[in-house]
Structure formats: structure tokens, C-alpha cells
């Protein structure tokens, strides 16, 4: 069975959650001799419609099974269509000659679907990887009423019912209490009681070595003095040119030069270029 066989806005809530539930919950009911009959069709016809009928008649199921999984922060649209996923691979396995209700079986699938959905997308690091973790995680998400930790008769409770050590308990536990923290977010928060600090602040920077740094530095110092030297060396006006022509923020023009000083454009442009030359003399000996 091929899932573009199947409305792709009913397999999907898409924007409108509301509007998607209000849409499942219109779909008739199958009765148990209906669902038999379609099912018959499917399992010795494997027929592609009888597929969807299926399919349709059983999406306000996972409607259903996704609420119950609110508490994980997150999309109810995504929950309801991995479940989906997991309700068309039942209805691909659904044997009829077992004498159950297609229901009955494809919970399994359907819950299979969101857990593993949830552990791919609850934290950053995968929390569970086994079957024994991923039971512990789901049951005592369900059965921590509150937000304080476990006491020792607790734990011990836990791990009796579901047959795990105690130390997996607190283990558990422990990750299912702490949150991802950003590699690179900032070094504070606004918060005025809490600075958290990201795991990048506290590597050391090899960007540069810190004796190159001071050599940059230093090296810097010393042509912004050899420039100031070599301005020295040029005439008032050259040296308000170049100044204003490259040395500010706020450039001037060769229009504007020329207006202050009441010559033509292309002459403030040869005493620049005259300057330029002149500066270049002064400096080329200091590289060398």
C-alpha cells in the first residue's frame, strides 16, 4: 500500500488541526461485518481502495491515541500524522481470519510510530536506544505525577513494576529532568537570577596566538604612525584632501573638494593623485 494512494490532506492535519479533526470525525463508523467484508477485500484481493476505506474509517482513532501524548511539547500535527504512518502499516499487516477488530491491532503500530517519533525529536541526544529504556522513558513520563524527584520507596516501586534496576530509574530520571542547551547561545541571559553559560564558552580560542596578536598589534601602531609621519611631509591642501578624500568616515566628494576650494573637479583629482604618490614614496621605504 503506497501512501500517495491516500488524500494527502487527510493523512496530514496540515495548517488547520481544528479543521482536520472536525474532518475525521465525520467519517462513518465501520461496523464489525463492514470492517470484515473491507478487510476480506484487502487481504485475499489486495485491493488498493479497500486499503483506504480503512485507513479513513480509523484516522479519529489516532486523533485520539496522539492527545494522550500532549505532554511532550510537541506538534500535535506531527504526532497525529506519525501515528498515521503507523495505523496504514496495521491496516497493511491486518489479518482478518484472527477474529479482531482492526482497532485492537493497530494500536500497537500506531503508538510504535509516535514513540519513536518522540525519542527522535525530544531531545538533541537520543535518550533512549533500547527497548528496556524506551519502556522506562514512556512509564515514568506516566507515572511522575509532580515535579519532585522520586523518593527511594518510589524508585524502588518503579523498577519492580517494570522489572529494571534502580540506578536506571534515577538514570532516567535524571534526563528526563534536564533540557538541551545551545553549543553558541549567549554568555547571559536577562534573567537577573540565573547566567547560564554555553558549552563553546568554555573552550579555549587557538584562533590566534597571542604573541602573533601583539606583533599585529604593534605592527598597526607603527604604520599609523608612519602614515601620520609621511601626511607631515605633504602641503595643507594636499594633506585636507587625502584626509577628507579617504581618512573619515564621512568621505567628501572631488565636487565638494572643489567647492571649498574654488578649483575644478579634475584639479582636486591631480593633487590627490599627486599626494598619493608622494605618500607612497614616504611609506615604501618603512616596507621594505
Given at each position: 500500500?503506497?501512501?500517495?494512494?491516500?488524500?494527502?490532506?487527510?493523512?496530514?492535519?496540515?495548517?488547520?488541526?481544528?479543521?482536520?479533526?472536525?474532518?475525521?470525525?465525520?467519517?462513518?463508523?465501520?461496523?464489525?461485518?463492514?470492517?470484515?467484508?473491507?478487510?476480506?477485500?484487502?487481504?485475499y484481493n489486495q485491493s488498493i481502495d479497500a486499503a483506504r476505506k480503512l485507513v479513513l474509517a480509523?484516522?479519529?482513532?489516532?486523533?485520539?491515541?496522539?492527545?494522550?501524548?500532549?505532554?511532550?511539547?510537541?506538534?500535535?500535527?506531527?504526532?497525529?500524522?506519525?501515528?498515521?504512518?503507523?495505523?496504514?502499516?496495521?491496516?497493511?499487516?491486518?489479518?482478518?481470519e484472527h477474529d479482531v477488530r482492526l482497532v485492537s491491532f493497530a494500536v500497537h503500530w500506531i503508538k510504535a510510530e509516535i514513540h519513536e517519533y518522540i525519542l527522535r525529536n525530544w531531545r538533541i541526544v537520543k535518550i533512549a536506544t533500547t527497548k528496556a529504556q524506551r519502556k522506562l522513558f514512556?512509564?515514568?513520563?506516566?507515572?511522575?505525577?509532580?515535579?519532585?524527584?522520586?523518593?527511594?520507596?518510589?524508585?524502588?516501586?518503579?523498577?519492580?513494576?517494570?522489572?529494571?534496576?534502580e540506578k536506571d530509574v534515577r538514570q532516567m530520571e535524571s534526563r528526563l529532568s534536564?533540557?538541551?542547551l545551545s553549543f553558541d547561545l549567549p554568555q547571559s541571559t536577562e534573567s537577573e537570577n540565573a547566567v547560564i553559560t554555553a558549552p563553546v564558552h568554555y573552550l579555549a580560542d587557538e584562533s590566534q596566538d597571542p604573541a602573533?596578536?601583539?606583533?599585529?598589534?604593534?605592527?598597526?601602531?607603527?604604520?599609523?604612525?608612519?602614515?601620520?609621519?609621511?601626511?607631515?611631509?605633504?602641503?595643507e591642501r594636499s594633506r585636507d584632501i587625502v584626509q577628507q578624500r579617504w581618512?573619515?568616515?564621512?568621505?567628501?566628494?572631488?565636487?565638494?573638494?572643489?567647492?571649498?576650494?574654488?578649483v575644478s573637479a579634475e584639479r582636486i583629482r591631480q593633487l590627490e593623485n599627486n599626494a598619493m604618490k608622494k605618500l607612497k614614496q614616504h611609506l615604501l621605504p618603512a616596507t621594505i
Open positions: 500500500m503506497s501512501k500517495k494512494l491516500l488524500p494527502a490532506n487527510i493523512l496530514s492535519p496540515g495548517a488547520s488541526l481544528s479543521e482536520y479533526v472536525q474532518g475525521v470525525s465525520g467519517i462513518p463508523v465501520l461496523t464489525r461485518e463492514e470492517e470484515r467484508s473491507i478487510a476480506d477485500d484487502l487481504y480509523h484516522l479519529r482513532f489516532v486523533v485520539y491515541i496522539a492527545r494522550s501524548y500532549s505532554g511532550y511539547g510537541l506538534s500535535q500535527a506531527d504526532l497525529i500524522q506519525e501515528g498515521n504512518v503507523g495505523l496504514m502499516k496495521a491496516v497493511k499487516r491486518f489479518n482478518p514512556f512509564n515514568l513520563r506516566k507515572n511522575k505525577k509532580n515535579l519532585a524527584w522520586l523518593n527511594n520507596n518510589e524508585v524502588t516501586d518503579i523498577a519492580n513494576s517494570l522489572n529494571v534496576k534536564s533540557s538541551d602573533a596578536r601583539v606583533e599585529q598589534e604593534r605592527d598597526g601602531l607603527e604604520q599609523q604612525n608612519q602614515l601620520k609621519d609621511a601626511l607631515k611631509a605633504l602641503d581618512l573619515q568616515d564621512n568621505k567628501q566628494t572631488l565636487h565638494q573638494l572643489a567647492d571649498k576650494y574654488n
